[in-house]
T-cell receptor, first 116, second 110 residues
């Protein structure tokens, strides 16, 4: 069964460094998403992406964050200058976009980011 | 602003018992409601998705109900097994985003 994959599974970085989290959505999906989960907290929506542009973003998704679909298969989340509070599990998800609202979002296994 | 609340926060039951997990949401204008399972340190596994026009969905020993007008959903697990131990997340979808509850941490005692 097709699945969303994410790399790396774990990343440790120093505060102020840039990180890029990578995702490969399911191949025929058109909508892509990033969520994060700070340890012990809720899973929170960050951003949705369709047709090469952001379709919706949360207040968390400030100027330090950006998303890109650099080629036909990858979807990336960049954090320009990491802060301690960016430490979290980051989940990528994708959906077909057909039957808007009816389709499931399929989640990847996550990337655990630790900012020191 | 949509808020999703799950009670209880944690639950321990002996193996074999039936159990109910509760979810409530503040804004009934949703596209669908979904129950996920999350094992410690792992990703999210979708269990059941209920469209806004539906009242329930079943998969094996799991049954989820939705009462949109009252902003409530329940996840019923029949004949619980130790392998059911995990955190169960309720989430509602509106527009392009999913809003999650904090989850119920379930422990099935062998």
């Amino acid at each position: 069964e097709p699945e969303v994959t994410q790399t790396p599974s774990h990343q440790v970085t120093q505060m102020g460094q840039e990180v890029i989290l990578r995702c490969v959505p399911i191949s025929n999906h058109l909508y892509f998403y990033w969520y994060r989960q700070i340890l012990g907290q809720k899973v929170e929506f960050l951003v949705s992406f369709y047709n090469n542009e952001i379709s919706e973003k949360s207040e968390i998704f400030d100027d330090q964050f950006s998303v890109e679909r650099p080629d036909g298969s990858n979807f990336t989340l960049k954090i320009r200058s990491t802060k301690l509070e960016d430490s979290a599990m980051y989940f990528c998800a994708s959906s077909t976009g057909q039957g808007r609202g009816r389709e499931t979002q399929y989640f990847g296994p996550g990337t655990r980011l630790l900012v020191l | 602003k949509q808020e999703v609340t799950q009670i209880p926060a944690a639950l321990s039951v002996p193996e074999g018992e039936n159990l109910v997990l509760n979810c409530s949401f503040t804004d009934s204008a949703i596209y669908n409601l979904q129950w996920f399972r999350q094992d410690p340190g792992k990703g999210l596994t979708s269990l059941l998705l209920i469209q806004s026009s539906q009242r329930e969905q079943t998969s094996g020993r799991l049954n989820a109900s939705l009462d949109k007008s009252s902003g409530r959903s329940t996840l019923y697990i029949a004949a619980s097994q130790p392998g059911d131990s995990a955190t169960y997340l309720c989430a509602v979808k509106k527009d392009d985003k999913i809003i999650f509850g904090k989850g119920t941490r379930l422990h099935i005692l062998p």
